[in-house]
């Protein structure tokens, strides 16, 4: 069929040549001029499609409120910083952060110990559930959030955890867990069952096998699993919507779709809280945009 | 150090039957080596003894006490494994010193534990490496060290030699013979290069579809095999195995005839002459010739039959000629024709 | 008794569980659960549920609400769908090209599907914002896209397809690049032009993950809700209220969790069928 397996390939590559292993994948035409040129035009019209609106976004932040209702022209005379203040104090906007970033980092922590461990009885221990696990990954992909929501609201409520962020986190390290169980399992097949073999040898038990031995060693795994599931988990909206009630424990997609405005909607303040909600998401992509797609694509291109 | 036994042990992998009623024991401080081909079960039993898989049937026994219900961990068996098996993310000292440190050792303890073996093995300048960072005879070394770190009970060695080119295995068989030596550790070995298993242990086993074809010291094997598939399994080049018709005035055992038996004859065994002045060689058309130093391996065709002998350096026939095959008449081994079991 | 606990402890089993816990308190309970509910009539401000069989579903049928909402999410899934995988598939193709600044671009492409629709729909409330909105200085309109009948929905779309692409995109990339370049020197040599190339071996290729791709994005359209809710919220007169929006009105507007439920339960069932049909387009797909 014609498919190479350019991860690791690529990883070889790049330490042995130090430059970008995807480069060598395609076709060298890069010495004729009007394909360059056309190669660059695309990339910046592709960079143009997904940073304008947040370019505009970015503008309309720094706009002095006077001139947000004005148009032309596209650029303010003055850069402001006044709405980035109110946001910070006019609003429970810190404390929104703040709740999002413990439920964020919560469902993390929660569905990689619990994801690694499952991942690790599958593939290691040889326990037998691979098809259902199959089963459920699929199922739980296709499971609409609206579906669940009113019974998971009756149990919630039930149980006394309306407006805590202990339901959210549980929630979605619930709904992170199928995904990540699916992609660790795929990076943990990788490792080769002699080293687990010779951990127990060794005088391992299996819970210390799997976190000196096997989990150092999907340490890139690990990495992409939890950068999936703390980005689903900050975004996520149905959810956070219905279980929260008051800003104890709203969180910012939340608080950014509910943004308060008494006669007029302060779109100057919607812009700055917009963007510093994007900020770490930003940061997190910048860094870590390898692992991001490493772990988008195990499930995709090799599963 | 452990005495260990296998008391009528089978293993079961879903519908294949791997192991089948094994039943021997390894002394104390023996080197015990099961040969066979691919697949026979040989890794299996390693896998056993160290608790990595249990038996479907019957116990393995440590010292007379049975050990199927102890983890791994609790039965003090040390392993090389043929990959080696390193952890890639540990230092090779980390590595070596990875069991004692899981047994509680204090880092001190560890320390001087780690290079009194290093320093045995030759291996104290790779300390702070990373197994990547190796050749693979001194991976093997590391393992080595691993193991026998902590004096286990028992060292089981899978195919360890496989993975190194011709020189490095001769080095290393020395250099695990004299380990041996040394510790006196119950050792198991595990290999299909049945000169290794020779050369190495004080008894070896042969198996075959997960049964025992033989067990004995090594020359025992050599001069005594049980059946056909043990003497053609041992000795090198393989043993010629002739319809006993072709050998004339042969002494049969009670009972038999010649159509009940075939007569196996080591290639050392058989001299290979241009003209012979023994009546009874055999005539026939040579086909090629392998000259290995001070002998000359000649193998010939009788009616269809090959038949392999030695030939003095100096007189190698030529072939397409005839030559005569002269067989040590006091070296003849007969096995039954149907069963392949040893008669004489 | 400590040692039994710490066999028990070291069983495939035990590393198992708290992930099956977790999963059958958030997954499979509130399955059964909304099936149960679907069965019933429970206003959270009356009393309590009491059962009643298939009505919720009978009146399903005769609701020209949820048909509107059915059609609304099927325009919706199939336009934007179509959209993403068109334009996802050409910027797939353009950044498998080489160039320079791989890694930045691809974090830039990250951006739209790592923020969150919210914050997504809300920056393009404000550029369609009919009085001060930058699309209508750009384009020379005064509509009021989220106002109008006809254009919210087309609006609710664009904005869709802008934050999806970039995933369809980058999915498709890693399918593009790890085809053999081999393939396609071959290709050249014997004289195939850009077009050829992509017919006979990128294409093919390329099937299998598309439909994976296009699974994961018909199932997630159709579950639409974040960027509808804050878009228009359903409207305006319901020309963009799609099922999920409409469930959620029932559920926690009307708080009637039984034809809620229903409704819920419909959408994924409705879900399931898709699904289905699409496992058996990859399966035909791989023969």
Known sequence: ?303 | MAAIEFDGVGKRFGAVTVLDGLRLTIAEGEFFTFVGPSGCGKSTTLSLIAGLERPTSGRVLFDGEPVDHLAPRDRDVAMVFQSYALYPHMSVAENIGFPLKLRGAKPPEIRTAVAEVARRLGIEALLERRPRELSGGQRQRVALGRALVRRPRVFLLDEPLSNLDARLRLEMRAELKRLHAEYRITTVYVTHDQEEAMALSDRVAVLNAGRVEQCGPPLELYHRPANLFVAGFVGSPPINVLDARYVPDLALPEGTSVDDVVVGVRPVDVRVTATSSEPRALAAEVLLAEPTGDEVWVVGRLDGQQIIGRAASDAVPIPGSTARFELARERLHLFDRQSGRRVA | MSRLLQRIGERPAAFLAPAAIVLAVVTFFPIVYVLWLSLTHYSLIGDAPTFAGIENFARLFADRRFWNALGNTLYFTVVSVALEVAVGLGFALLLARPFVGRAPMRAVVLLPWAIPTVVAARMWEWMYNGDFGVINYLLGTETNWLGDPVWAMHAAIVMDVWKETPFVALLLLAGRLSIAPELYQAARLDGAGAWRSFRHITWPLLKPLLLIVLIFRTIGAFRVFDAIYVLTGGGPANTTETLSIYAYKVLFQALEFGYGSAIAVAVFFCVAIITAVYVQLLKEAQR
């Open chain 1, 1 to 303: 069929m014609g498919v190479a397996n350019t991860d690791a390939d690529g990883d070889e590559a790049m330490r042995k040549t130090g430059s970008d292993p995807e480069f060598r994948a395609v076709r060298k035409t890069g010495s004729d001029p009007e394909f360059r040129v056309g190669t660059y035009l695309g990339v910046v019209l592709v960079a143009a499609y997904c940073l304008a609106p947040l370019a505009w976004q970015l503008v309309t932040s720094l706009r002095p409120p006077a001139e947000l209702t004005t148009l032309p022209p596209l650029l303010p005379t003055r850069v402001t910083l006044e709405h980035y203040a109110a946001v910070f104090t006019g609003h429970p906007f810190p404390r929104m952060l703040l709740n999002s970033f413990i439920v964020a980092a919560g469902a993390t922590v929660i569905a990689l110990a619990f994801g690694s461990a499952a991942a690790f009885a599958l593939t290691k221990m040889r326990a037998r559930g691979y098809g259902v696990l199959l089963a459920i990954v699929l199922a739980t992909s296709m499971l609409p959030p609206i579906a669940t929501v009113s019974p998971l609201y009756l149990l919630i409520n039930a149980l006394g955890l309306r407006d805590t962020l202990a339901a959210l986190i549980l929630t979605y390290s619930g709904f992170t867990l199928p995904l990540a169980i699916w992609v660790l399992t795929s990076f943990l097949r990788q490792l080769p069952d002699e080293l687990y073999s010779a951990a127990r040898v060794d005088g391992c038990t299996p819970r210390q096998a799997l976190v000196r031995v096997i989990l150092p060693l999907a340490a890139p795994g690990l990495a992409a699993t939890g950068l999936l599931v703390f980005i689903f988990a900050w975004n996520e909206f149905l959810y956070a919507l219905t279980f929260t009630a008051t800003e104890r424990s709203r969180t910012v997609p939340v608080g950014i779709a509910l943004f308060p405005g008494l006669h007029e909607v302060p779109w100057g303040e919607i812009a700055a809280a917009s963007l510093l909600v994007t900020v770490p998401v930003f940061v997190l992509v910048l860094l870590y945009q390898r692992r991001i797609v490493e772990g988008l694509t195990a499930g995709a291109v090799k599963g």
